[in-house]
């Protein structure tokens, strides 16, 4: 599959749990960023990878924790969430150079029960 | 604070008419700025920039800075066009030395075309 890919594209998950959401992209890009879409909230930027190397974390509770092993892979941990952390959490990458566009991810839909 | 506003959530017209979707934004400097459109079941993905100064799918937008406003237009709405449209200000940002681009969403309007 060409783009950017997520898995799962559902997860369901009690207060609990440990899980965690993987974005791989195939375009060569050297950013990656993490969103969260909630129904009733714009388009939340969590965290920015450029070159591996994290340089956002939009005041993310610590419960969402961050992994970018290299360039092309950008994964999700996710541990004793709450209810309201239910959401489409979205993956997108860009080149990393000035105006350039990003490419999202089809988006895991979690469920915190 | 930097903002952008999509005052609209909903907006809905008939097939043929002009549309409309405004955006304003409070951004220091001169921000470039995006439009991403997400139709229905497909991801989200960008319409238009505005630096580009092109028509994508018959859609214009002209960055107005004296009203810093970046209203997305087009003259003759079609069905295909139903859709849920966000106004995205890009930022500018340096890492190491390398440079990359942070979008703040507007909460987004979601326009239907009618027949």
């Known amino acids: 599959e060409t783009g950017v890919t997520q898995t799962p594209r559902h997860l369901v998950m009690g207060m609990t749990n440990k899980k965690s959401l993987k974005c791989e992209q195939h375009l060569g890009h050297n950013a990656m960023y993490w969103y969260k879409q909630s129904a009733k909230k714009p388009l939340e930027l969590m965290f920015v990878?450029?070159?591996?190397?994290?340089?956002e974390n939009n005041s993310v509770p610590s419960r969402f924790s961050p992994e970018c092993p290299n360039s092309s892979h950008l994964f999700l941990h996710l541990h004793t969430l709450q209810p309201e952390d239910s959401a489409l959490y979205l993956c997108?990458?860009?080149?990393?150079?000035?105006?350039?566009?990003?490419?999202f991810g089809p988006g895991t839909r979690l469920t915190v029960l | 604070a930097q903002r952008v506003t999509q005052p609209e959530k909903l907006l809905s017209v008939f097939k043929g008419a002009p549309v409309e979707l405004k955006c304003n934004y409070s951004?220091?400097?001169?921000?470039?700025l995006f439009w991403y459109v997400q139709y229905s079941r497909q991801r989200l993905q960008l319409l238009l920039r505005h630096i580009s100064r092109e028509s994508i799918k018959g859609f214009t937008a002209d960055l107005n800075k004296g009203e810093t406003s970046f209203h997305l237009k087009k003259p003759f709405a079609q069905e295909e066009d139903s859709a849920m449209y966000y106004c995205?200000?890009?930022?500018?940002?340096?890492?190491?030395?390398?440079?990359?681009?942070?979008?703040?969403f507007g909460q987004g309007t979601i326009l239907t075309v009618h027949p």
């Open positions: 995205a200000p890009y930022r500018f940002s340096n890492a190491g030395g390398t440079s990359y681009g942070k979008l703040t």
């Open positions: 990878y450029n070159f591996k190397e994290q340089t």
């Open positions: 951004y220091s400097g001169s921000p470039e």
């Open positions: 997108a990458s860009s080149f990393g150079q000035v105006k350039d566009t990003q490419y």
